[in-house]
């Protein structure tokens, strides 16, 4: 699936190279970011150069070259921009960027939409010209070591709080999770309908690569070039160009082909024939969808936008609740999805109540990981992941849902970004209970019964359709399990852990309150909403 065959290398080795050339890209970020660029805007400049250099390497390569003279003239190549200097280098990059966006529907076209120059220095575009992606082979080495230097970077731009590139980052060990027990195969097409900088269709793309490159077919392989196995949409035109790039450098997609990544809003239509064995998604948190209007005076306003689908059970402005109805649209019969929602999809009532009936009768809800706050860039945020199967009705009409079984990995739990980061590691009891590939029915709940009969149930239960739909409002934000940290006063969790689970706490109250306002016909809004 990449453009040539990389060598082996010792993971060992692999980590270091790639922790050097992340090194390497962040040292020139902090020179760009120091005349005002952000870690977001240098990572598109840098996919602008890292796509030109590629083709070059490609094109050149003495053992299969290639003519790409169709997709790059010669005019706006790479060699055309590395013999200029100062002002001339300057004026060709910014032709260079208009020229090559004119092309609908392919990699290249995605990549330099809209592409602008945000180098404001010509001596500072000189230097990442000549010193540092002109003198990396970026084809050769391993797809794996430059995709994941590239991913370096998006991941320290995740954390630019200024430009809140954070709501396009998922953490990659809850991603790796959530890619272990959903076991892409090579017969599955997989789709991500917010997709980000594209992590979760390199991760489905890895796991296959490491299980089942070897005994596929070489037409099979490249069914991943062409959009028919894999592919994702993203709503905003820069990430999507960052998604197409990373996934580039990670081998899935070709220079010259079409484009893996789609622009443009998801949820404004159902899907039309094209479903998805296995849907991976995070879609962007904040409660609202919304589209701008510009005004007759020219003023721009955002308004609550609501989808008047006929495949959608409720319309509403809930832009979760959405995507989970667009999602279950989305999944074809016989597939899976797992999705990262807030505990609002699991109680809010009305809409959300019609959209969690629907789950569970019209589908198989079968699991339910309660995240832990802390983990992801947006602050006080309260997720779980959903799991579930689509599948054709029962022939006694009875719900396809029978049992939905909950993992509380959040009770108890205490990460930050930095002092306790997620690691991999932490997920490894949830994965292990989940059982990948075996029946549903294998799984055993982490339970212990006293002397006197009474049971105590620890972190994995199950509770049964039955169950659930006679909750009030159809609730499915179970909790059962009590945080000894909060019963033990001499607990010995660093104050700086405490105080940001504070933090988070009044943030996430903050935004049950100015949602409450807003549905009494208030003008609150939650301080950490987001409404793009």
Request: proline residues 5%; glycine residues 8%; negative net charge.
């Amino acid at each position: 699936m990449t453009e040539t065959t990389p060598p082996a290398a010792t993971p060992a080795k692999a980590t270091a190279q790639t922790n050097h050339l992340v090194a390497k890209l962040w040292n020139y970020c902090n020179v760009l970011r120091d005349n005002g660029m952000s870690t977001i805007e240098y990572v598109e400049q840098l996919s602008y150069l890292l796509f030109l250099k590629m083709v070059d390497e490609i094109q050149s390569d003495p053992w299969n070259p290639r003519d790409f003279s169709d997709i790059v003239p010669a005019e706006y190549n790479w060699a055309s921009l590395v013999g200029k200097r100062g002002a001339e280098l300057e004026a060709h990059y910014n032709a260079t960027l208009t020229a090559l966006g004119t092309r609908p529907n392919t990699t290249i076209g995605t990549i330099f939409s809209g592409a602008q120059n945000r180098i404001t220095k010509p001596a500072l575009l000189e230097k990442l010209v000549v010193e540092l992606i002109g003198k990396e082979d970026w084809t050769v080495g391993g797809a794996d070591l430059k995709g994941d230097a590239y991913e370096g970077l998006l991941n320290k731009g995740a954390s630019d709080t200024k430009t809140g590139a954070g709501q396009y980052f998922t953490p990659r060990p809850l991603i790796d999770a959530m890619v272990d027990v959903t076991r892409p195969g090579p017969n599955d097409t997989i789709t991500d309908p917010a997709c980000g900088t594209g992590g979760f269709l390199i991760a489905a793309y890895s796991y296959i690569n490491q299980h089942h490159i070897s005994t596929m077919p070489l037409e099979e392989r490249k069914a991943f070039d062409t959009g028919d196995k894999i592919w994702g949409n993203e709503l905003v035109t820069g990430t999507a160009r960052l998604a197409a790039m990373n996934m580039l450098l990670h081998g899935i997609g070709k220079s010259d082909g079409p484009s893996l990544i789609t622009v443009g809003d998801a949820l404004a239509e159902k899907p039309s024939g094209r479903h998805a064995s296995l849907v991976l998604a995070n879609p962007p948190f904040g409660r609202k969808s919304a589209i701008t209007v510009i005004g007759q005076d020219g003023d721009v306003e955002k308004e609550d936008a609501q989808y008047d689908r006929d495949d959608f059970t409720a319309t509403t402005t809930n832009k979760q609740l959405n995507f989970l109805q667009h999602i279950m649209s989305l999944t074809a019969i016989g597939g899976r999805a797992a999705v990262v929602l807030p505990d609002n999809v699991l109680f809010e009532g009305g809409a959300g109540e019609k959209v969690r009936r629907k789950l569970l009768a019209e589908f198989d809800l079968h699991t339910v990981l309660r995240l832990p706050t802390g983990i992801f860039y947006a602050g006080g945020v309260k997720a779980n992941v959903l799991f579930f199967d689509k599948k054709s009705p029962r022939t006694d009409g009875k719900p396809l849902t029978t049992d939905t079984w909950f993992y509380d990995f959040r009770t108890g739990q205490h990460f930050t970004l930095k002092q306790r980061p997620l690691t991999r590691a932490h997920l490894d009891d949830f994965v292990t209970a989940y059982k990948p590939g075996e029946p549903v029915g294998a799984r055993v709940e982490t339970k212990k019964e006293d002397a006197e009969g009474n049971v105590e149930f620890g972190p994995w239960r199950k509770y049964s359709y039955e169950e659930l739909t006679s909750r009030d409002k159809v609730n499915l934000d179970v909790t059962w399990l009590k945080d000894p940290a909060l019963e033990d006063a001499d607990s010995d969790l660093p104050p700086e852990v405490i105080a940001e689970e504070i933090v988070r706490d009044l943030q996430s109250a903050l935004d049950e309150f100015a949602a409450i306002a807003k549905s009494l016909g208030g003008e609150v809004e939650a301080a950490s909403e987001d409404e793009t």
